[in-house]
């Protein structure tokens, strides 16, 4: 904060009432800071409290971490082939499967013995196998 701040003076500042930046008046200073203000919106008065940054850390995005996975996944799969998805046919964690609409993918996990997910370039899906 700057000193330039006094007593009657409008600034911004975050209402905790509204959950808004927007203007308020200083009512008291403590030091070179707004000791209590009162928003001019919904007329609360509070204590000043400052905005404090958080700096976040760099976080992958769910869509890269996917491909990563997908990728990772891909090429640790049984076969060099994949083999063509049926309903009909049962698949085993592991197995390179190509999709007619998802494309290529891996199988991840057996949910039951008819269900399986399966991990694509642009998501997971799950689907029947084993019918």
């Known amino acids: 904060m700057t000193s330039s701040l006094s007593v009657g003076q409008e600034f911004l500042c975050h209402c905790a009432k509204c959950n808004l930046e927007l203007a308020h ?35 992958k995005s769910t869509q890269v971490q996917h491909l990563e996975n997908w990728s990772s996944k891909m090429q640790s799969g049984k076969q060099e082939a994949p083999i063509d998805y049926s309903p009909t046919k049962k698949f085993e964690i592991g197995d390179i499967i190509r999709h007619p609409t998802f494309g290529d993918g891996i199988v991840n996990r057996l949910i039951d013995n008819n269900k399986i997910e399966i991990v694509f370039e642009a998501d997971s899906k799950f689907l029947v196998h084993n019918k």
């Open 25 to 59: 008046i200083i009512i008291t200073m403590k030091g070179n800071e707004p000791g209590k203000v009162q928003c001019k919106t919904c007329q609360s008065v509070h204590t000043f409290k400052p905005k404090i940054i958080k700096k976040r850390g760099k976080r």
